[in-house]
């Protein structure tokens, strides 16, 4: 499956992936990519976004409504700094402790970053393992212990990264929210059961 030509899934840069990551959460990929590519223009680094004013870095948002991210990865550089560190962590655990840092922020980053074997749990990846197994798909499954085991056993570990991303773009393309499923000429129809049925159908 061909990737869109997403920015940050063009680089393993740790801050440009963070800066994306943290963006990402509940916005759309097409608003915040102009914004993204905009705000790492003028805060291309860890020491760039530390000594800029906090005013300054709102305004590079637009019409956004992502102040509080932006206000998140602010405070996470002051840590970062007042910790003596330049560096932003690759273990799970210290990125937890970073202010604004869920599991699914760390997953998502360690992946894409570094390539662990992380599972990508939004709604979308989990739609699509609802949709292969056969599973109603509600919200708090990212609350069951076997759902979450079941995510993380589908990791290919070889291309974790890549992996992610095609689940993203079958999302998108394929299973999409919007619309019914497109079975039809999906990589997956053949072991998926949404698929299957509508094969015999």
Not at 60 to 72: D, E
Not at 80 to 97: A, D, G, Q, T, V
Request: charged fraction near 25%.
């Amino acid at each position: 499956m061909q990737f869109s030509l997403i920015p940050w899934r063009l680089t393993r840069d740790p801050y440009r992936i963070l800066v994306a990551e943290a963006m990402l959460k509940r916005t759309q990929v097409r608003q915040i990519e102009p914004v993204y590519i905009s705000f790492l223009k003028k805060y291309p680094d860890l020491l760039s976004l530390k000594d800029s004013p906090v005013y300054e870095l709102l305004s590079a948002l637009g019409q956004l409504s992502l102040h509080y991210k932006v206000l998140l990865l602010y405070d996470m550089t002051t840590v970062l700094f007042n910790k003596n560190s330049r560096m932003i962590p690759s273990n799970y655990l210290e990125l937890l402790n970073l202010p604004g840092i869920s599991h699914h922020l760390a997953s998502a980053f360690r992946f894409s970053t570094w390539g662990y074997p992380e599972a990508l749990i939004d709604t979308n990846t989990m739609g699509i393992v609802c949709k292969r197994f056969d599973i109603t798909m509600v919200d708090s499954l990212r609350r069951i212990k076997k759902f979450m085991e079941l995510m993380i056993l589908l990791v290919d570990r070889q291309p974790p990264r890549e992996y992610n991303y095609a689940l993203l773009e079958l999302a998108d393309r394929r299973c999409t929210k919007r619309s019914a499923p497109e079975c039809s000429g999906c990589p997956v129809e053949k072991i998926c059961k949404t698929g299957s049925n509508r094969l015999k159908v």
